[in-house]
T-cell receptor, first 112, second 115 residues
């Protein structure tokens, strides 16, 4: 099992550019979560999906953020336009029911 | 709503000494509780979890935690610290084990091991 795979590992972009983060959950997992980690705010839940359907996006900070899950093996988190305050580590996690999350290695986003 | 408070953003212990990382939670329903460890530039790895049943939970790498409902606590311990334990530790709570509503994390505790 390859675990949760996120790409890219690092992303540096200029303010105003569109950024797309990608996640491949563990096969068979029915929940997928996107988290953001910053020094100031710690780990924040942004959005989660169940069986590819968005359930709760109340953690998405602004309309500049959007997430999709077109199929059970792929999800994206998009920021358009990006701003320096979006700089953070973004984690994807997946789980099967209530047995605990498996996290990806994260994408470190830097917006300059 | 659930919340987690981790006492001490930094904890320093000597190698071989007892490790105690404190976690208190608030939950409107019986909680599911988790401890995760994060090594530099890596994702979060599950150390242990409490769902139901035995209140003393054993995890990986010699860690254990005890769920105390009366104290709303879930402190993490390890009898003898090793240099490799140096990392960031996160306590988290969920109403349903993470499958239905996501995890709420504490701010984390940075564990420093002194040689």
């Amino acid at each position: 099992d390859a675990g949760v795979i996120q790409s890219p590992r690092h992303e540096v972009t200029e303010m105003g550019q569109e950024v797309t983060l990608r996640c491949k959950p563990i096969s068979g997992h029915d929940y997928l979560f996107w988290y953001r980690q910053t020094m100031m705010r710690g780990l924040e839940l942004l959005i989660y999906f169940n069986n590819n359907v968005p359930i709760d996006d109340s953690g998405m900070p602004e309309d500049r953020f959007s997430a999709k899950m077109p199929n059970a093996s792929f999800s994206t988190l998009k920021i358009q336009p990006s701003e320096p305050r979006d700089s953070a580590v973004y984690f994807c996690a997946s789980t099967l029911g209530q047995f605990g999350y498996t996290f990806g290695s994260g994408t470190r986003l830097t917006v300059v | 709503a659930q919340s987690v408070t981790q006492l001490g953003s930094h904890v320093s212990v000597s190698e071989g000494a007892l490790v105690l990382l404190r976690c208190n939670y608030s939950s409107s329903v019986p909680p599911y509780l988790f401890w995760y460890v994060q090594y530099p530039n890596q994702g979060l790895q599950l150390l242990l979890k409490y769902t139901t049943g035995a209140t003393l939970v054993k995890g990986i790498n010699g860690f254990e935690a005890e769920f105390k409902k009366s104290e709303t606590s879930f402190h993490l311990t390890k009898p003898s610290a090793h240099m490799s334990d140096a990392a960031e530790y996160f306590c988290a709570v969920s109403a349903t084990g993470g499958g239905a509503d996501g995890l709420t994390f504490g701010k984390g505790t940075h564990l420093i091991i002194q040689p």
